[in-house]
């Protein structure tokens, strides 16, 4: 890789050692992917959660910030697995609590910002058309590569931290123009009115095509999709397919004038074969849950008018950040989704739960319902059966206990 006087200063150790070590293993990375160079990043997001990280993690981490590491931009953290709040009452293990907030206490003496989000690009931080960043969830990254035209790729934990130490992260994949080009057409002919819809769709698309660097043209909608509905197209996108990027005519600032020549068409046919897919398994409707991505305030205040006056008969559970929850309860929304029985976690995502596995046992739960089609892949491997079903759907789930 081509160094900068900089740079080499950094790999001499003239900056400290953990920016000598982040940087010699950034170029471990670089030299692995074919970079030619780096690049300078503005704003980086990261993992940090015990469940993910695990005791090495933690170690790695103290003795990071033990080194003297310390952010050279801003820096904020994904979900975590435990809500200090409910963690008794589901049953997590104590020794695990305790480790998460040092774990916390570690990343803030590092001056990560511990925002504790899946959703930073709708409530923290959006990065700009050409931005190059280094962000680590993979329904954040795409995000910023289509809808805000900035440059990212899935960044490891060790591979973000070490571009917020240093302030830069190696030139390859989507920080190139070669690799953001749209490279299959979809036309989308269905109505796509919920947001498990557009999940539906990214579950489709990525199925058809396994590869990170495949950029689908979304194209023949009829109307300008939400923030919301962009945001579990492309969660949905990076769950099934591996998915970085997609274009979508008319909306997303990089889309092209002409279309690729492989063309996939979407309709309301394969949007109900989708829903039509999924086993009911013991017919339990005992679990629904809202998360993964966490829910914006928008999506809050549509969960209120449905769960209005109503009662949850098993278990249902919303995940948010604590910027949506705090305007929730503002606006009454929060109050109203918990007056129906149901559990609002903040700052965590479901799937990555602490002690999830022995949760579900303890409490019985065979099916998983969602809105979301990315928690309906990716929580499997806690063995649930997962079914997909629209959002109003899902709080009759919930409130009947009856799946269909």
Known sequence: MELTSEERAILAGERGEAQRRALAY?????????????????????????????????????????????????????????????????GQDAGEVAKERELIATLRRMDVVTTDTCINYQTVYQPHLGEHVAWGDTG????????????????????????????RTPEYGFHLDEHRRGTFA???????EDLADWGAVGKLVGELHQDY?????????????????????????????????????????EAPSQLPPEKIVIGEKEIAAVYAGYGLGDGDGGL???????????????????FQGRKVQGHCFVTTNGAVLAQSRDLGYAQTIEAAGVSILQGVCFYILQNLSPM??????????????KIVNIIGAHRFNTILRRTADCVEIACTGKLK
């Not at 979809?186 to 796509?192: E, G, N, S, T, Y």
């Not at 300008?224 to 997609?246: N, R, V």
């Not at 579900?360 to 089609?373: H, L, Y």
Request: aromatic letters at 10%; hydrophobic letters at 45%.
């Open 288 to 306: 629904v849950v809202f998360s993964g991505p966490q829910q914006s305030l928008f999506e809050m205040k549509t969960l209120a008018g449905l």
């Open 26 to 90: 950034q170029v471990e990375v670089g030299r692995f992917w074919g970079a030619k160079r780096f690049v300078p990043v503005s704003n980086v997001h990261m993992m940090g959660d015990i469940e993910v990280m695990g005791d090495g993690g933690l170690a790695w981490l103290k003795e990071e910030a033990d080194l003297g590491a310390r952010c050279q931009v801003a820096t904020t953290t994904n979900a975590r697995c435990i809500d200090f709040a409910h963690c008794d009452r589901l």
């Open 213 to 253: 660097f495949a950029v689908p043209v979304f194209h023949g909608f009829r109307r300008t999709p939400t923030a919301d509905e962009l945001k579990h197209l492309g969660a949905a996108l990076a769950s099934y397919g591996s998915m970085g990027m997609f274009h979508f005519v008319g909306v997303t600032p």
């Open 140 to 167: 954040t990254v795409i995000y910023a590569n289509s809808v805000f035209g900035a440059r990212s790729n899935f960044e490891s934990g060790p591979a973000a931290l070490a571009a917020a130490l240093t302030g």
């Open 186 to 192: 979809v036309q989308l002919k269905a109505k796509l």
């Open 360 to 373: 579900r046992e303890k409490n019985g739960w065979t099916n998983m319902v969602s809105n979301s089609a």
